[in-house]
């Protein structure tokens, strides 16, 4: 049974695309997850895009053990020299280098043809293995380049010393027939292609994405490329729990198999959403909550009487845990700890403090403590974005109607000692809040998405708010986690504030990279009008 290699690009692909930036902290706390899981290559992100890329990528070849760490890079000598000095600390590294081969990315972006396009290739490549052994050629859009060609670009790399050639479906336009079709006629046609890695990257726009990297699997591909809950360009990339799932599930289909430690994919997926923002939707493959919830009477009487009457996978194979944690405002440190890491969770000795906080905070108000509620903790906070400021005390009076409007007082501490309280009136609850944050801070806060969710059961149940907001023109993603759901949406836009605080500091200070990457608006003049933040 052949070995599946599984080649992460959330950090890459994924944070690239709008909605999904993450601290350099956050990165480094994904990037271990993934290591946890046993990814096989970490793609860490594009050092020459940015000062902040670099420094990610430099920090996670320096931190994270135990995965190849891969950069990606243009065939440019540049890149490729800033590819090869942040990778310099990993004890495993791989540089990633592309060029587009099809007609249209070589008419109509790079203004190159055919013989430029192949020289830049086999130039790229020979400069990055000087560099290192571990090379991967991309062949951008590949799936859209004549295959006489794609053929000759490819057997050009392999004898300049690539190691795994990608064959993109960079625009998702592939079908599942079309890939196994052209993995085998390229495994067939190039030269010296049986002693490389052949690699599949498939994009989702027409939501073949896993499906067509299962077929090139088929086709010869050792090599897939995916992301955690398919987050990427436009609608994102292949999912690696779900193809990861669907070799292990379907073995008997594939006769492969994989070395990720699939235990540790929902909570490795749910990291992610907090980090990022973003909710799992409760249908979504393997990691929804959903996946292994029945309602009707139909599917509930055959999973009592077997469960695989309705379930093709085991929920603990995923790390969907049916127990219920018993702990209370009485359990100690040790036995959160314990229960933590039964969960997946390897709680590190600075985060331990603030997880105990916040669990006997929460157990002091609710009857029962499920595992999703100390899930919920330890993600938010791994999450979370220190800042400046700190929610001391939060009042909020709505009304439904009425001639006032509604209300919203709260006081923020700041590191430096200070205090300060303001009240703020809006169309909504949320919106006074917004006001008042923006009479502390001076910032100018415009909310764009707010979505809010339960995170247990019961009447004291936790509820989680995602929010994205423009500060002074300038997009960021905040978190918020209460048993009151207005608050927790005050604690998703501190979470704003506090980014939008330290982004505007390492400005201030000359020479320090940027490594919050916020989202600057696509271009000058597209800033939306505000909004009511009336929820």
């Known amino acids: 049974m052949a070995t599946i290699k599984i080649f992460d690009t959330s950090l890459r692909d994924g944070e690239q695309s709008p909605g999904f930036s993450m601290t350099l902290g956050q990165k480094l706390r994904v990037a271990r997850a993934l290591a946890e899981l046993k990814v096989d290559i970490i793609e860490a992100g594009f050092p020459a895009a940015s000062p902040g890329d670099f420094e990610a990528v430099k920090a996670v070849a320096t931190e994270v053990q135990g995965a190849t760490i891969a950069a990606l890079c243009r ?18 590294s791989r540089i990633h280098t592309f060029i587009a081969t099809s007609p249209i990315h070589r008419q109509q972006k790079l203004n190159m043809n055919r013989d430029e396009v192949l020289k830049a290739a086999v130039a790229g490549v ?33 004898e300049a010393g690539a190691t795994t050639v990608n064959i993109p479906d960079t625009v998702g336009y592939s079908t599942p ?43 010869g591909a050792r090599q897939i490329e995916c992301t955690l809950n398919g987050i990427g360009e436009r609608a994102g990339n292949c999912a690696l729990e ?43 493959a393997v990691v929804g909550e959903n996946a292994f919830a029945h309602e009707s009477g139909i599917h509930q009487h055959g999973v009592l009487a077997n469960r695989e009457t309705y379930e093709i996978m085991k929920p603990e194979d995923v790390g969907v845990l049916n127990s219920q944690l018993v702990l ?20 590190e000795a600075g985060e331990i403090d603030d997880v105990m906080r916040r669990f006997k905070e929460l157990a002091d108000r609710k009857k029962r403590v499920f595992d999703s509620d100390l899930e919920a903790i330890i993600t938010g906070n791994q999450a979370h974005t220190a800042g400046p400021w700190a929610l001391q005390w939060l009042s909020v009076v709505s009304r439904v109607s009425g001639e006032e409007d509604p209300t919203a007082s709260l006081t923020l501490a700041h590191e430096n000692g200070d205090t300060a309280t303001q009240t703020g009136e809006g169309d909504g609850p949320v919106d006074a809040i917004v006001k008042a944050l923006e009479s502390i801070t001076g910032m100018d806060i415009v909310v764009l998405n707010l979505a809010m969710r339960s ?81």
């Open 177 to 219: 027939q079309e890939m196994t079709e052209l993995f085998a006629w390229l495994r067939d046609t190039v030269p010296g292609i049986d002693n490389v890695t052949m690699s599949t990257h498939c994009h989702d726009d027409l939501g073949l994405a896993v499906a067509n990297s299962l077929a090139a699997v088929e086709g």
């Open 242 to 284: 779900e193809v990861v799932m669907a070799l292990r599930t379907r073995a008997d289909r594939y006769g492969h198999e994989t070395r990720i430690d699939t235990r540790k994919l929902h909570n490795a997926s749910h990291l992610l959403a907090a980090v990022t923002g973003n909710f799992v939707p409760r249908n979504k």
């Open 328 to 347: 209370g405002k009485h359990s100690g440190k040790a036995a959160v700890i314990d229960r933590a890491k039964d969960m997946g969770f390897e709680l």
């Open 126 to 158: 020979q400069l990055a293995k000087s560099f290192m052994d571990d090379v991967e050629f991309s062949a951008e859009d590949g799936i859209r380049t004549e295959r006489d060609y794609l053929a000759e670009v490819l057997q050009a790399v392999i």
């Open 455 to 535: 995170i247990s059961l019961g009447e004291d149940a936790q509820g989680e708010a995602t929010m994205r907001a423009l500060v002074d023109g300038v997009q960021y993603s905040g978190n918020g986690l209460s048993t009151d759901i207005v608050a927790a949406c005050a604690e998703a836009l501190l979470e704003i504030v506090n980014r939008a605080s330290r982004h505007a500091e390492r400005l201030a200070e000359r020479g320090e990279p940027d490594d919050e990457s916020p989202e600057p608006l696509v271009a000058a003049g597209l800033r939306p009008q505000r909004q009511s933040n009336a929820a």
């Open 75 to 92: 065939t440019v000598p540049r890149d490729i020299e800033r590819a090869a000095k942040a990778l310099a600390p990993a004890a495993s």
